[in-house]
């Protein structure tokens, strides 16, 4: 490639390029009896005057389609509709997930729900949804094969069922004593895990690559999706409100069995003992990250997470990206991996 070509490689040239085929989604709602579903929606995606990047995400799944297509020997350009698919299909899932787990903070500020209401956050997230659909066919406009339209909105259909797979369990385990470690790695492989090895997926299949070079940027963004997961359990309990968004011990307070709590759980009776009590105070909740810290659990969780990163990472290798994108794409996992608590 090109020195111009690596130019156009760089994170803030694709992540304009990202918020720009999203944005034209909204043009779908430009009659006036819909301003108030494009306000919510803008809101959202924190495109609302005095709106800023950090009321955004880090449009991680978008990246990694866009730099797996270029890492397989695809234009970025091409893949822009399937990147703006995964980022609203993304959203649509954050919508109904703070509804469903009664979130009233999304990135320091209101989720939509509480803004607007349950059924006002209900019918966006359905219509952001519908809005990813949408994007994805637009590939046939881009100059993509029909064959390979039609299997990549498969596969996105497929990680949508297996994320909603994920936030079924994920609901049923509040209602539980007791959840399994293996059954853990169940859900958040279908909850997090489904749509950025979906991500990664597609980005190589748009590139035309073969179908076992696909499957290893598949097995690069499954394994990514369980580091991430992990690390952001780990955040979850310890990580500062600047990094999270949330209020400290957010996950303790609303009682979400994540991986350290399910560890706890299994290894620390006293923990077992607090939990049970459903006592959320903050002395409480201090004393509970403790226990943790002395069962050894943070340890174990990021001893998981740094095994499912070298598989990431080898998988990646195994696909045998182009440069430069292969090293963009290798620094923005290994970033993404190394937030602090």
Known sequence: MSAATHDTLSIPTLLDAIEEELRASLQLLQAPPYHGL?????YHFGWEPGGDATNRGKRVRPLLTLLSCAA?????????PAAASVELIHNFSLVHDDIEDSSETRRGRQTLWKRWSPAQGINTG??????AQLAAN?????????ETVLAVKRTLDEACLRLTMGQYLDLSFEARPSIA????????????????AASTAVGAMIAGAGASRA???QRFGLNLGLAFQMLDDVLGIWGSAEVTGKPTGDDLRARKKSLPVILGLNRSPEFARRWASNDVDESSLLEMRSLLEEAGVLQVVEEHASEHTRRALEALSRAEPLEPAGTVL???ATKLLKRTH
């Open 38 to 42: 494009r306000e919510m929606i803008a």
């Open 181 to 196: 470690q293996d059954e853990y790695i169940e859900m958040i492989s279908g909850k997090t895990s489904a749509l950025l």
């Open 138 to 146: 637009s590939l046939h406009e881009a100059g993509v094969p029909a």
């Open 215 to 217: 499957a290893a940027y």
């Open 330 to 332: 290798r620094n923005l």
């Open 72 to 80: 397989a020997g695809g234009d970025w350009r091409v893949a822009l």
């Open 126 to 131: 359905d219509a952001i949804f519908v809005m």
